[in-house]
């Protein structure tokens, strides 16, 4: 009777320890306390997803809690990475290009979407400016390192104007407060301040005219490496929730509109305006040859980033650009094929 009640014993201390060890990643041991997300106020999928309370059931279901931290510019989230104060960040592309040269240790997982008519150069009434030409010798504000910052100096670069105007690194709050005072007559930003621009302005370029020629912009999300490592099926749980935000635009793009209209503080038509500006990707698209690719075969979009990173170190905002196969490797679409099983 000792003997069996011995090796009885060692039997369950083994399956004890067994699970301990092989826990299901849904368990509470399995997962973090709290996840930060570094967010963009734009009206994107995220956007969707955060006012449907998308992220709340999920988050809810796992039994741990988040916290949304807005970032006016992928400089300010880059910062928060780099520190390790944050989990997921949403940001343009070019600041996933600088995340990826100064070595913060993210990866890129998610296209938000595509930059079209939602980020442009505005020019205000009665300033004169009704052509390229008419920069020069013109103050014009952008949010440096951005998305906004790369079209901009291609558009003056194909104009050959790039060393005839003042450059000013604003954030989009202090760009909206510098037009209405008349500081500047010019100005690349993208939605919701650059609708408050042209109230008493005009488009005079914008990216979708930009693509047309070759400069492709994106607002992309990366998440520290360590944590996705840690938790890929709560990033892979992560992805799917940003996608049924797209799915509920692309179902019903005025109930996406009235969602994200009120955190915005712009009405229903002027978010669904903003919103059609852009190029909203399905997971089954992200995973295409032209953007994200797969596992096994890198897509376009990583092409895409080194040429971008190669003007952006021709331009001194990096000390070099990464190579072609960092690129590969840094463009992760594993977390999107898990969220499709």
Not at 241 to 253: M, N
Request: proline content about 3%; some cysteine; aromatic content about 8%.
């Amino acid at each position: 009777m000792m003997k069996k009640g011995i090796l009885l014993f060692a039997a369950l201390l083994v399956c004890i320890i067994g699970l301990a060890g092989c826990g299901s990643q849904n368990s509470s041991s399995d997962l973090p306390e709290e996840v930060k997300i570094g967010y963009l106020r734009v009206p994107n999928d995220e956007m969707v997803s955060k006012t449907k309370d998308l992220f709340d059931a999920y988050f809810s279901e796992l039994g741990i809690s988040y916290e949304f931290i807005i970032f006016d510019s992928g400089a300010e989230a880059n910062q928060a990475l780099a520190s390790g104060s944050i989990d997921f960040a949403s940001m343009g592309n070019t600041n996933a290009i600088i995340a990826l040269a100064r070595g913060i240790d993210v990866e890129m997982i998610w296209i938000h979407e595509v930059l079209g008519e939602i980020e442009g150069l505005a020019v205000k009434e009665g300033s004169g400016i009704m052509t390229a030409q008419d920069l020069v010798g013109q103050k014009i504000a952008t949010p440096f390192a951005s998305t906004s910052h790369y079209i901009l100096l291609n558009y003056l670069k194909e104009n050959g104007i790039a060393d005839q105007v003042e450059l000013l690194d604003m954030p989009t709050a202090d760009i909206v407060a510098a037009w209405e005072r008349g500081d500047i007559n010019a100005a690349y930003t993208w939605q919701p301040s650059l609708g408050e621009l042209t109230k008493t302005g005009s488009i005079l370029v914008d990216s979708a005219d930009m693509a047309e020629e070759g400069y492709i912009t994106a607002n992309v999300l990366l998440v520290q490496k360590e944590f996705s490592s840690n938790y890929p099926d709560l990033v892979a749980g992560f992805i799917k929730v940003l996608s049924q935000g797209g799915d509920i635009y692309r179902a019903d793009a005025q109930e996406a509109a009235d969602s994200v209209a009120t955190e915005l503080a712009i009405t229903s038509d002027q978010a669904l305006s903003q919103m059609s500006g852009s190029i909203w990707l399905t997971p089954e698209e992200e995973l295409s040859e032209e953007y994200m690719g797969t596992s096994d075969s890198p897509g376009h979009f990583a092409q895409i980033m080194k040429d971008t990173a190669d003007f952006l170190a021709e331009q001194k905002s990096i000390d070099s650009a990464p190579s072609q196969e960092a690129f590969n490797e840094y463009l992760n679409p594993l977390y999107i094929e898990m969220s499709l099983e």
